[in-house]
């Protein structure tokens, strides 16, 4: 029932900045430290920042909007209950 994905895939999928936009709301972020490229420490903490501005916001979106295109027939399988 669990699928575990790394934290860089998690990151290439667009997700963090949407879900980091939600927990600005509440003063919370999910911060990455990265080196060469990859993500080698991730935790959640406290933040003054209240959104996003710029190109990232549309890349995110772009990013996402393509995950869920290439995993929309896995994720329709899932929500009905016939996947392994």
């Known amino acids: 029932m669990i699928d575990r994905k790394t ?8 997700l963090t900045l949407i879900i980091n936009q939600i ?3 509440f003063g919370w972020c999910i911060v ?4 060469d490229g ?10 003054k920042f209240r959104g996003f501005e710029g190109d990232g916001v549309s890349k995110a979106y772009i ?3 393509r995950w869920i ?3 929309a027939e896995e994720l329709l399988k899932e929500a009905e209950g016939e996947s392994e």
């Open 38 to 47: 990859k993500v080698v420490d991730c935790y959640p903490a406290r933040t």
């Open 23 to 25: 927990l600005h709301i």
């Open 7 to 14: 934290w860089d895939e998690f990151r290439e999928t667009g």
């Open 32 to 35: 990455y430290e990265i080196e």
């Open 63 to 65: 990013n996402v909007s």
């Open 69 to 71: 295109k290439d995993n």
